[in-house]
T-cell receptor, first 115, second 113 residues
Framework: DTEVTQTPKHLVMGMTNKKSLKCEQHMGHRAMYWYKQKAKKPPELMFVYSYEKLSINESVPSRFSPECPNSSLLNLHLHALQPEDSALYLC??????????????FGSGTRLTVV | AQKVTQAQTEISVVEKEDVTLDCVYETRDTTYYLFWYKQPPSGELVFLIR??????QNEISGRYSWNFQKSTSSFNFTITASQVVDSAVYFCALSVYGQNFVFGPGTRLSVLP
């Protein structure tokens, strides 16, 4: 299995809703990442988990809450989002937290719309 | 600090034309890695190639080729005989050991039938 699987593929939520994005990989990768990508822009790093511990938080607002229940799963809990948070949310994994040796494997993303 | 520039925002070509996507990077580290990713309309980022700073050999993979020149800090990507399926956004990225990827702004390639 050489994939990163993200669910759901599309999500529409209201500003008072609570929802979660899910990411799963079974490649034995020990680092997992959340990226946010706005239209016509490159992905922007949000969080890095290395060996199931949060190692980087790129000053992301607290309405985004990551969770890594085990080495194969990564969640992103969403609460009280704003319309400007609408974007494509990409999950990625790599063998280790540097990601340099083999690059990142990306999922196909969750396209989030906040109404 | 690391930086990646892709000067071409959008390129349109007609099918079967060759096209080169430019990538210029900046880093003070002597050990670094360069990548190209393809993002089709479906959204996922597809890994195309990785190159380390000590390997300046050009690489060819089917219709794809890459030209790495440290002297000009460039890592350009050429698609030969382009096809409609090559239409996508292409990102060049730089990684220095111990730090995360720096993506370029991307080049949107449209291949017209």
């Amino acid at each position: 299995d050489t994939e990163v699987t993200q669910t759901p593929k599309h999500l529409v939520m209201g500003m008072t809703n609570k929802k979660s994005l899910k990411c799963e990989q079974h490649m034995g990768h020990r680092a997992m990442y959340w990226y946010k990508q706005k239209a016509k822009k490159p992905p922007e790093l949000m969080f890095v988990y290395s060996y199931e511990k949060l190692s980087i938080n790129e000053s992301v607002p607290s309405r985004f809450s990551p969770e890594c229940p085990n080495s194969s799963l990564l969640n992103l809990h969403l609460h009280a989002l704003q319309p400007e948070d609408s974007a494509l949310y990409l999950c990625a994994s790599s063998q280790d937290s540097t990601g340099v040796n083999y690059g990142y494997t990306f999922g196909s993303g969750t396209r989030l719309t906040v109404v | 600090a690391q930086k990646v520039t892709q000067a071409q925002t959008e390129i349109s070509v007609v099918e079967k034309e060759d096209v080169t996507l430019d990538c210029v990077y900046e880093t003070r580290d002597t050990t670094y890695y360069l990548f190209w990713y393809k993002q089709p309309p479906s959204g996922e980022l597809v890994f195309l190639i990785r190159r380390n700073s000590f390997d300046e050999q050009n690489e060819i993979s089917g219709r794809y080729s890459w030209n790495f020149q440290k002297s000009t800090s460039s890592f350009n990507f050429t698609i030969t005989a382009s096809q409609v399926v090559d239409s996508a956004v292409y990102f060049c990225a730089l990684s220095v050991y111990g730090q995360n990827f720096v993506f370029g702004p991307g080049t949107r390639l449209s291949v017209l039938p």
